[in-house]
């Protein structure tokens, strides 16, 4: 079976159909549900190489097209929602030559599939498509996997299609009427207690624990040495503790001290402070918070600046009251979470109206990871933002990049 690299432009119309999905039901019990303003996929018998799957693939039950930029990049092979990402479409924005193979994903958001009809009437696939509109065919892929059945998308097929989910307000009630978690950004510890055992949670990978993490162990003060050894480095770690405490100190500002989660072996803490800022770091890690004690032990501190201070601590349970912090930094941290959402609400829960929230992460690159051992999911700036917008309270007022030897994303927001 041939792969589609790129598929020839054709226009999308734009204007909101009265009705999105088309549904056809074929003679051999297989349903096409496709969006209806959508060109023609590609090649011609797309349907047939979409059907094939089904026929020769054990437990898949729904298969979609890779869809594409009118640029020809890819726009989706398929989508997660279950994910410490939440929702966001698989290789948004790379090469149209990338990925070769099928992908196993959540679910297919847009664009065209086909499924098999006794699974369809078994989900309630009409109800489903009417009910969630454009969270329709979103709905549908999650509803066969609750049911046990697997979803696919192939990039043996292809369609330029660039649609996306938008936050509706009646749809996304229909939606967690229907799921009981939110589309965005479910909170997947709730997930996992309320859907145990069920197909929506198939990806051992994403839902297995939490992930390990013994880097103060096996690597030691590993930022106070780049810092006295790696010029960029440092250069980079000043940038960002002068962001911090810009939006701590600014005279407009709402006051109060910085919360550094997952502070590590202290230096971004310690920097914090000699800016002036009174500054509190907590890590789960006992062995961190022994090191970033150690470490700022040794450390002098001008008149007028405050030593840090370290306590052990979770980021979705951070010890300390409601409303009470002016800033509160996340550097380096989010790649490393299985929930993120739920350490995101609890920032926001913290930090004083008016307050920031400074993220630092790698940026997401196709096929690579910038530490494979302990990063598990790293970001591209939508879906960053995307993520961080559906936290209690916090909305996204900046986006910037570290660039050079680095490929840092740099989100600022600020809660409501």
Request: hydrophobic residues 40%; aromatic residues 10%.
């Amino acid at each position: 079976m041939s792969n589609i690299d790129s598929i020839a432009v054709q226009s999308v119309p734009v204007t909101e159909p009265a009705t999105r999905w088309q549904i056809d039901r074929g003679s051999d019990g297989l349903v096409v549900v496709r969006g209806t303003q959508i060109p023609e996929p590609e090649p011609a018998d797309w349907r047939d190489r979409l059907a094939w799957f089904i026929t020769n693939t054990p437990g898949v039950a729904l298969v979609g097209a890779k869809r594409f930029l009118p640029t020809g990049h890819v726009f989706s092979l398929g989508e997660n929602v279950i994910h410490p990402k939440g929702f966001h479409h698989v290789g948004k924005g790379v090469d149209g030559k990338a990925y070769r193979f099928p992908e196993e994903c959540d679910t297919i958001a847009g664009g065209v599939v086909v499924i098999n009809e006794q699974t369809f009437d078994e989900v309630e696939g009409e109800r489903i498509l009417e009910e969630l509109g454009s969270l329709g065919m979103l709905g549908l892929g999650l509803a066969v996997r609750r049911c046990g059945a697997r979803v696919l998308a192939a990039p043996q097929v292809g369609v330029v299609d660039n649609f996306s989910p938008s936050l509706n307000d009646a749809e996304t009630a229909a939606f967690l009427s229907e799921f009981g978690f939110d589309w965005v950004a479910p909170d997947l510890d709730h997930v996992r207690e309320v859907h145990a055992g069920q197909g929506l949670l198939w990806n051992a990978y994403f839902h297995s624990g939490q992930m390990p993490f013994e880097k103060y162990d096996q690597r030691g003060a590993l930022c106070w040495e780049g810092y006295k050894g790696h010029e960029a480095f440092r250069q980079r770690a000043h940038h960002l503790a002068q962001l911090v405490a810009k939006f701590t100190n600014a005279p407009d500002g709402v006051g109060g001290h910085v919360l550094d989660i997952g502070s590590g072996d202290g230096l971004f803490t310690h920097l914090f402070a000699l800016e002036g800022c009174k500054v509190f770091g907590i890590d789960p890690e006992p062995e961190g918070v022994a090191q970033a004690t150690q470490m700022c032990a040794q450390q002098t501190y001008p008149e007028g600046k405050v030593a840090p201070e370290f306590k052990v601590g979770r980021g979705d349970a951070i010890p300390f009251e409601s409303d009470t912090a002016a800033c509160v930094s996340l550097f380096d941290v989010i790649e490393h979470l299985n929930n993120p959402i739920g350490v995101l609400n609890e920032i926001s829960r913290v930090l004083k109206p008016g307050g920031h929230f400074i993220c630092v992460t790698p940026a997401w690159q196709f096929g690579a990871s910038s530490d494979a051992v302990y990063h598990g999911y790293e970001y591209t700036t939508e879906e960053l933002n995307r993520q961080i917008n559906a936290a209690n309270g916090m909305q996204v007022i900046h986006n910037g990049q570290i660039g050079g030897v680095y490929r840092d994303l740099v989100v600022v927001a600020r809660k409501n």
